[in-house]
C-alpha cells in the first residue's frame, strides 16, 4: 500500500450501496413490525445485513484516522529536523521512472523555486513513492546561488533527513 496516498473513505458504489442497503432496512423493519412475530423475526435478520455496511464505513474512517496521524507525525518531525538541521531543502518526488537496486531515476520538484528536473536517488531504507516530499540537505557542489542547474540532480542517501505525504 502506497503510504503517501491518502485513504479514500466514500467511493460512489460505497454511498450507492450504503443507501439502498439502508432503505431496503427501513421497509424491512417498517414491514417487521406490521408482520407476525415469525416473519417479523425473519425480516429483521435481514435488515441486519447493513451491519457489514457499518462495518466497512468504521474501517475507512479508522484508517484514514491512522492515516492522518501518522503523516501529521512524520510533518512534525520533517518542520523539527528543518529547523535544526542547517541548509535543508524540501523536494516533493513527482515521478519514479526506473527503480533499480542500488537508487532509482526520479523526477523531482524544488518546492521553493518551482524547478522541476530529473534525479537519482541513492537506495534508502524505505521505499520512494510519487507524491513524496522529501527533506534534503543540498549538496553545495552541485547547487550553489549564481551557477545553473545540473541536468541531473544526485541525492545521496545520507542527505535524506525525512520524508512526509504531500498534503
Avoid: C
Avoid at 479508522?62 to 523536494?91: C, F, M, V, Y
Avoid at 527503480?99 to 522541476?116: C, D, K, L, M, S
Amino acid at each position: 500500500m502506497n503510504p503517501v496516498l491518502k485513504p479514500k473513505v466514500a467511493t460512489p458504489a460505497l454511498i450507492v450501496m450504503s443507501a439502498v442497503t439502508l432503505a431496503l432496512a427501513i421497509i424491512f423493519m417498517a414491514l417487521a413490525a406490521a408482520l407476525s412475530t415469525a416473519a417479523g423475526w425473519i425480516l429483521l435478520i435481514i435488515a441486519a445485513g447493513g451491519i457489514p455496511i457499518i462495518l466497512l464505513w468504521a474501517r475507512r474512517v479508522r484508517s484514514l484516522r491512522i492515516w492522518r496521524a501518522e503523516t501529521d507525525a512524520q510533518w512534525a518531525r520533517l518542520e523539527k529536523l528543518k529547523n535544526s538541521s542547517g541548509t535543508t531543502a524540501e523536494i516533493t518526488v513527482l515521478s519514479v521512472d526506473a527503480p533499480q537496486p542500488t537508487g532509482a531515476w526520479i523526477t523531482i520538484r524544488w518546492n521553493r523555486f518551482e524547478y522541476v528536473q530529473p534525479a537519482w536517488i541513492e537506495a534508502l531504507p524505505e521505499h520512494i513513492w510519487p507524491g513524496s516530499v522529501l527533506l534534503i540537505s543540498p549538496d553545495p557542489s552541485q547547487v550553489s546561488p549564481g551557477l545553473p542547474w545540473p541536468a541531473t540532480y544526485r541525492i545521496a542517501g545520507d542527505h535524506v533527513l525525512a520524508w512526509a505525504p504531500m498534503v
